[in-house]
């Protein structure tokens, strides 16, 4: 089980940029970012392999978010840039057990406790 701990949510303008951390304690494979905002399911952002060499995007992100994984310092980031108002939410790093991407919450072990980003127009 990996203990998972993000930062760099924070409030910022569109068109702007912020990089979210995740911090990630224990053993993990492929990584994935996902969002959610208030009434609204969690919602795939972004996965990557252990070794950073595949990634996969939502195409709501694709071309303004970058996903990268330093293994020697045990985290994952989100480059965010291009901000826009709806890319306000909760971001979520998360962990798989297993070495495949995957799109869906419900394939991926564990979780992080969230970061809140808020994009104002």
């Known amino acids: 089980q990996a203990q998972l701990v993000e930062s760099g949510g924070g409030l910022v303008q569109a068109g702007g940029s912020l990089r979210l951390t995740c911090l990630v304690l224990?053993?993990?494979?492929?990584m994935g970012w996902f969002r959610q905002t208030p009434g609204k399911e969690r919602e795939f952002v972004a996965t990557i392999t252990w070794s950073g060499g595949n990634t996969v995007y939502a195409d709501s992100v694709k071309g303004r978010f970058t996903i990268s994984r330093d293994n020697v310092k045990k985290t994952l980031y989100l480059q965010m840039n291009s901000l826009k108002p709806e890319d306000t939410g909760v971001y979520y790093c998360?962990?798989?057990?297993?070495?495949?991407?995957?799109?869906?919450?419900?394939?991926?072990?564990?979780w992080g406790q969230g970061t809140q980003v808020t994009v104002s127009s």
């Open positions: 998360a962990a798989r057990r297993t070495v495949d991407l995957a799109i869906t919450q419900r394939e991926y072990a564990d």
């Open positions: 224990g053993r993990t494979f492929a």
